[in-house]
């Protein structure tokens, strides 16, 4: 990865739009805006754990609140790029999991899905990215559990690359008390940290990915 990422910064020094960006971080809202120069900056999209609560075979969806929990609406969307970080990829599986309002999983385990009930089954996900390579989903903001600062898992595939098991944050929580004392994913990079803005009581989100070519 670290290869690529140099390759990348390279490719963002050439076309004279990496130094401006960086200037311009500490001043936006989030560390990491979806434009080109950010993608190439971070580089391909970091791994991190799945964690004890990642159940295959989740169901094909974008509206994951299917049992109508109660929480503040959340809406979560991006593109899939390939390494270059400009061209999209369409066709992308996007799956995405998350703790309810109350920072339970929802089952609060892990296996096959045929293993629970119907009804013990929420706040998972998944989808194919559209031809220019988009995805969305529509939920509720989770809520922390543990130590762990506010998070969304996500596990990201396509044809000919390297798929990606991630997590994604709220920047408003970075480099506060919570973040320090979560000692998962250390370091994650700018690009997984996103900065949610409230549209008529909805939290939107942006989370871009890049995948490594396999
Ligand atoms: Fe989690």
Redesign the pocket.
Same mark, same amino acid.
């Given at each position: 990865m670290k290869t690529a990422r140099r390759r990348l910064l390279r490719q963002a020094g050439a076309l004279g739009v990496l130094a401006p960006v960086t200037q311009a971080w500490s001043q936006l809202p989030s560390a990491c805006a979806p434009a080109p120069q950010c993608r190439l900056a971070c580089g391909p999209t970091g791994s991190a754990t799945a964690? =004890?609560?990642y159940v295959t075979n989740a169901p094909e969806t974008v509206d994951i609140n299917t049992a109508k929990a109660a929480g503040k609406p959340m809406r979560i969307g991006g593109t899939v790029y390939r390494e270059d970080g400009v061209t999209p990829v369409p066709g992308a599986r996007v799956e995405i999991? #998350?703790?309810d309002a109350a920072g339970a999983?929802h089952p609060h385990g892990s296996g096959d899905i045929s293993r629970y009930r119907r009804g013990d089954i929420n706040l998972r996900g998944a989808t194919r990215t559209d031809v220019a390579g988009r995805f969305a989903f529509t939920s509720i903001v =989770?809520g922390q559990?543990g130590s762990?600062r506010r998070?969304? #898992?996500w596990r990201i595939s396509a044809p000919g690359h390297v798929p990606v098991t991630t997590?994604s944050y709220w920047v408003e929580e970075r480099g506060t008390a919570i973040e320090k004392a979560d000692r998962t994913d250390l370091g994650a990079e700018d690009c997984r940290w996103v900065a949610f803005k409230d549209e008529q009581g909805t939290a939107a989100g942006t989370f871009d990915v890049v995948l490594k070519t396999a």
């Open positions: 964690g =004890p609560f999991w #998350h703790a999983y =989770p559990y762990r998070h969304i #898992h997590q």
